[in-house]
Nanobody, 124 residues
Framework: VQLQASGGGLVQAGGSLRLSCSAS????????MGWFRQAPGKEREYVAC????????DYADSGKGRFVISRDNAKNTVYLQKNGLTPEDTAVYYC??????????????????WGQGTQVTVSS
């Protein structure tokens, strides 16, 4: 499956942004989807995960209460709605997919496919 992330940009602290990740090349609902982020000089970190049907979601502590992951299998797209952004949320955000069993997967090595990343910059 090929993944294409979009929706990043520059936003002021306290603002909101919605990232999208469109998939092609395979049956989208065969994959659970996740979002990760990587800030300069830091390791790639887990943000959120959503199950194959969208019925289950999981979040890293950093995003709980502020981020919402969702998916539209008819549109082959997963979303990450980010609210209450802070400068600490500045990073390149990646979407990823896995087809193995088990939910959620919080480690990058558990994912099979990755999008190219979209930059999110939050100004103070």
């Amino acid at each position: 499956v090929q993944l294409q992330a979009s929706g990043g940009g520059l936003v002021q602290a306290g603002g909101s942004l919605r990232l999208s990740c469109s998939a092609s090349g395979s049956t989208f609902s065969d994959y659970a989807m996740g979002w990760f982020r990587q800030a300069p000089g830091k390791e790639r970190e887990y943000v959120a995960c959503i199950s194959w049907s969208g019925g289950a979601t999981d979040y890293a502590d950093s995003g709980k209460g502020r981020f919402v992951i969702s998916r539209d299998n008819a549109k082959n797209t997963v979303y990450l709605q980010k609210n209450g952004l802070t400068p600490e949320d500045t990073a390149v955000y990646y979407c990823a997919a896995y087809s193995s069993s088990g939910f959620p997967h919080r480690q990058a090595y558990e994912y099979d496919y990755w999008g190219q990343g979209t930059q999110v910059t939050v100004s103070s």
